[in-house]
């Protein structure tokens, strides 16, 4: 077996081809809209047997360890092969950080032989954990008005990116969400622009958001994901009010299922997802290895 960088977007083909041969459907998230980015590329390998794809791993802008091995060509030599590219992308990336940083990874809880793989190769379980919901479209939906002065409409696209940027950076707290990032969902071939919605304040500030879309792999599914609220705007019911007109358009459009991610530290959406009718259905456990 051999293995070379990515080369072009025949490579992302072949990568999309080997998700949708799995037997238990892909499991490397976003990989449509990371794809997209160079620093993702750039940290990218494949590994072949002759001509057929057998597996390819790359890390992400947030140091994840992300890939996907044809079951065919799984061993324990391919699995560490994949562990030391990510720790080889860690290690350049942390000679210009000015803190380095871990190779963090993550799998289904129910997913025994990647938790062996982890451990096996130096990761250590972390507590925190990602969530999923789901919730049947059959089940009413409770209303959730507007506050007086606010109003719903989608988002106009890269018009705005910097400030869809700002107001995911603002809900969570975080500086994860890039505009190369907001872009790359925006020319994803999975984004639908009729369901980026916003919630607009009294003063066209932006005060909340909500992306849906259909599920790739059940076209009868959809998601709510992410969803955030301004903490300027915290407590009006913001959150509740985008996630129900979410729901509606779901439903419209005949959908039976809709889903949604959380963290087990998102005590909020957590609270939020239950008051909407969701279950709790699988979490996913999350691992990270020290890079020298």
């Known amino acids: ?42 940290n ?29 060509y799984s061993s324990p030599e ?24 871990n190779l963090d990874a993550s799998c289904r809880a129910s997913d025994h032989a990647l938790v062996r793989m982890f451990t096996e190769n130096g990761f250590e379980l972390l507590p925190e954990r990602s969530l999923r919901y789901s919730r049947s479209l059959q089940e ?46 925006l020319n994803a071939p999975q984004y639908a622009p009729d369901m980026d919605w916003l919630i607009v304040a009294p003063d066209n500030s932006l005060a909340a958001f909500c992306s849906g879309g259909l599920e790739e792999d059940d076209p ?5 994901d992410p969803v955030g609220v301004h903490p300027a705007y915290h407590g009006k019911g913001l959150g509740s009010a985008i996630m129900t007109a979410g729901l509606i358009e779901l439903q419209k459009r005949g959908l ?22 969701f279950q709790l259905v699988s979490e996913s456990l999350w691992f990270t290895k020290k890079v020298n």
């Open 1 to 42: 077996m051999n293995s070379r960088l990515y080369a072009s977007s025949k490579d992302s083909d072949m990568m999309r081809q080997l998700m949708a041969a799995l037997p238990d459907g892909p499991t490397v998230l976003d990989f449509e809209e990371v794809i997209q980015l160079s620093s993702v590329r750039e």
């Open 220 to 224: 009868s599914e959809g998601y709510l």
């Open 140 to 185: 009413p939906i409770p209303p959730c008005p507007l506050p007086e002065g606010f109003r719903l409409r989608t988002a106009t696209g890269i018009d705005e990116v910097e400030a869809l940027v700002a107001l995911h950076r603002a809900a969570f707290d975080s500086d994860h969400m890039t505009v190369e990032y907001r872009l790359a969902m």
């Open 256 to 277: 039976r299922q809709v889903n949604l991610g959380t963290s087990s530290q998102n005590q909020a959406m957590q609270a939020l997802a239950r008051k909407m009718g």
């Open 44 to 72: 990218t390998r494949l590994w072949f047997d002759a001509d057929t794809l057998a597996a390819f791993a790359y890390v992400d802008d947030y140091n994840n360890l992300c890939f996907e091995i044809c079951p065919t």
């Open 78 to 101: 391919l699995e560490a092969q994949i562990v030391d590219w990510g720790v080889e992308c860690m290690q350049r990336r942390n000679q210009q950080a000015e803190e380095p940083a």
